[in-house]
């Protein structure tokens, strides 16, 4: 598609919007009504899009060992907020930052490591770490597919949609052992679904920065202030 509409700085714009919506909708509002399930299928844009310049900031950083190290500090930084926030909350132990810095480890490793059994292993250990990471297993796995396939649209969008269908099963029987009714499991898993906007948008990505440009430190900074400003409104 030429003259694709959406440039990067937008793309980042939508994602960090659907992340606050999604924990809005987490902290704030009945996870069963119907406000709180379209703020959940809107913040399943997040995590792929995210990981979607993962991928591309691999391609295009000049030093990924600073990088890579960026992204740790900001996971630091990050984690006293997501401890704060969460105290009360059956969620993962460790913020997103965490995984996203485990998907440049795992890129690199892809690249890097040439022993095919040695650098699936080393993989599988990535994505085991992440079990304890929001988002887990997933965004190590969007990652690769977005860096491997970079070129191939077709394997690209197939391979991510297994994921997301996986993504999706799973929050069905996550669902079902708490509610015990395949239908309602279904009915509150729908908003799992909406990983396939992410994919959509990113189908519209230009690749350009766009005209006006946003520093690149408000994206970093966003993460760990939002969810701060969460927990601060929870205290109250």
Not at 30 to 56: K, L, W
Not at 90 to 101: D, G, K, T, V, Y
Request: hydrophobic fraction near 55%.
């Amino acid at each position: 598609m030429k003259n694709k509409p959406i440039s990067r700085d937008v793309l980042k714009l939508i994602a960090i919007v659907a992340m606050t919506f999604d924990h809005i909708g987490w902290f704030f509002v009945d996870f069963y009504s119907p406000t709180a399930q379209i703020f959940h299928f809107a913040g399943r844009i997040t995590a792929p899009v995210m990981c979607f310049f993962i991928a591309e900031g691999y391609i295009y950083t000049s030093d990924k060992r600073k990088y890579a190290l960026r992204l740790f500090a900001f996971a630091l930084i990050s984690q006293l907020p997501w401890w704060m926030v969460h105290r009360n909350f059956p969620e993962p132990s460790f913020n997103m930052m965490f995984a996203l810095f485990l998907c440049v480890v795992a890129i690199e490793v892809y690249e890097k490591v040439k022993e095919k059994a040695l650098r699936s292993l080393l993989i599988v250990l990535i994505v085991f770490f992440t079990v304890f990471c929001d988002w887990h297993i997933y965004a190590v796995i969007w990652t690769l597919i977005f860096h491997i396939y970079r070129e191939n649209e077709k394997k690209k969008l197939l391979w991510f949609s297994v994921v997301s269908l996986c993504y999706f099963a799973e929050t069905c029987l996550m669902s079902y052992s708490t509610l015990l009714s395949f239908s309602l499991a279904l009915k509150y898993s729908l908003y799992s679904l909406g990983t396939f906007m992410a994919l959509i948008l990113i189908m519209f990505y230009s690749g350009k920065k766009g005209r006006r440009q946003i520093n690149k430190w408000f994206f970093y900074c966003y993460y760990p202030a939002h969810i701060l400003i969460i927990a601060l409104i929870n205290t109250l």
